[in-house]
């Protein structure tokens, strides 16, 4: 195991995590900064604002948060990061921040007050989407630790949840629309080398 680690570490996921659990505390200290990085409703009708597309992922909503999505990420990491390229993952980085922003906005334009969304949630669930579609493509060549982790983004796809419409219908649309491209993007393409076992 500790070989398999050491050779496959997701070096890419670890790095955002380290940067979540910075700007999380930078933004539990310095309240300026939480409040230039969280996506407000009614950032739809201000263009200038739209930025923050991008940076609400970036509050990390709390330490039990972050923990939650910083396991999610290193874990479906080892997969993505040895299958597919850096610029792949960023671009599901980018897709699920933007698409669960943009549908958490617009459907809370009309909730009588100016809901905030702020969590890397949107992302944890593009990677998770990403690992759900590549693992299965990949089955018969992964080894057991990475076929326990599809296993376990199949499983968190039952906790899809939330009282606010807005952020349920966003965390439903980053799954299926990244879902989605990734078939596109990598049908008929060859991704998996071969596992490295565990011993």
């Known amino acids: 195991m500790k070989a398999y680690i050491k050779s496959n570490w997701p070096k890419l996921s670890v790095v955002l995590v380290g940067l979540f659990f910075i700007t999380g505390i930078l933004s539990l200290t310095i309240p300026a900064f939480g409040k230039m990085v969280l996506l407000y409703s009614s950032n739809l ?5 739209w930025y923050r597309l991008l940076t609400y992922p970036l509050y990390g909503g709390g330490l039990l948060n972050w923990a939650h999505n910083a396991l999610v990420m290193v874990l479906t990491g080892f997969i993505l990061e040895n299958r597919i390229s850096k610029k792949e993952i960023l671009a599901i980085i980018v897709l699920s921040a933007i698409t669960g922003g943009l549908l958490f ?9 100016d809901l ?4 890397p949630v949107m992302i944890s669930w593009g990677y998770c989407s990403a690992t759900i579609v590549i693992g299965l493509k990949c089955w018969g060549r992964l080894n057991v630790f990475e076929k326990v982790v599809v296993i376990m983004c199949l499983a ?6 939330n009282d606010n419409i807005g952020f349920l219908v966003g965390q439903i649309s980053v799954i299926t629309i990244i879902g989605l491209v990734t078939l596109i993007r990598f049908r008929g393409k060859e991704l998996a080398r071969e596992s490295n076992p565990i011993e």
């Open 45 to 49: 009708a201000e263009p200038l604002n």
């Open 156 to 161: 968190s796809l039952l906790s899809v949840w």
């Open 105 to 113: 906005i617009f459907l809370n334009q009309n909730a009588g007050y």
């Open 116 to 119: 905030t969304v702020a969590s």
